[in-house]
């Protein structure tokens, strides 16, 4: 069964150095999120993406914050000068979107454990 | 605003009892509603979804959750709890342009 991946599943940083956590979305898959949840905190939504370029994103999803789909597989999230707020699991999901409504199905990765020092 | 309420973080049940986890919704619109699972070092799994059809959902593993719009709530329930369903279990809101809206979560432990 195809899944979404994502690596590293463990990114340790220092605060201010940026980071890219990478997903790999499924492949017939049109529309791609990022979502994040800090320890102890519900799961929160950072961004939604499709068409190569961003369809929502959350007030959390400043300009410290960048997504990408350099080529046909991977979408990526750059956090440019990571904080020790950022520290946090991030989960990146895809849909069809076939239905082009709220019932589509995400289907997420495993997540990238984000610890900021 | 819509939110979404799971009104236990921690359920424990024994093997072969059933499973009763708690989800509320606050919407202003028929919502969709989904329940996912997820296992340790695994990605959040979808168990079943509501989208305006049946207001009894059948889901993979034997769960299954009923929407009552009179109660604003999305149980989710099972017959007999087997070891394996041990996990952590979310409740999610859809809003229309695909962003979801998540519980808190509710860790469901299952005792020999």
């Known amino acids: 069964e195809p899944e979404v991946t994502q690596t590293p599943s463990h990114q340790v940083t220092q605060m201010g150095q940026e980071v890219i956590l990478r997903c790999v979305p499924i492949?017939?898959?049109?529309?791609f999120y990022w979502y994040r949840q800090i320890l102890g905190q519900k799961v929160e939504f950072l961004v939604s993406?499709?068409?190569?370029?961003?369809?929502?994103k959350s007030e959390i999803f400043d300009d410290q914050f960048s997504v990408e789909r350099p080529d046909g597989s991977n979408f990526t999230l750059k956090i440019r000068s990571t904080k020790l707020e950022d520290s946090a699991m991030y989960f990146c999901?895809?849909?069809?979107?076939?239905?082009?409504?709220?019932?589509?199905?995400?289907?997420f990765g495993p997540g990238t454990r984000l610890t900021v020092l | 605003a819509q939110s979404v309420t799971q009104l236990d973080s921690h359920v424990s049940v024994s093997e072969g009892t059933p499973v009763l986890l708690r989800c509320n919704y606050s919407s202003s619109y028929s919502p969709s509603l989904f329940w996912y699972v997820q296992h340790p070092n695994k990605g959040l799994q979808l168990l079943l979804k509501?989208?305006?059809?049946?207001?009894l959902v059948k889901g993979i593993n034997g769960f299954e959750a009923e929407f009552k719009k009179s109660e604003t709530s999305f149980h989710l329930t099972k017959p007999s709890a087997h070891m394996s369903d041990a996990a952590e279990y979310f409740c999610v809101s859809s809003l229309p342009g695909g962003k979801l809206i998540f519980g808190q979560g509710t860790e469901l432990s299952v005792k020999p």
């Open positions: 509501y989208t305006s059809a049946a207001t």
């Open positions: 999901a895809s849909s069809e979107r076939t239905s082009g409504d709220s019932t589509d199905t995400q289907y």
């Open positions: 993406f499709y068409n190569n370029e961003i369809s929502e």
């Open positions: 492949s017939n898959h049109l529309y």
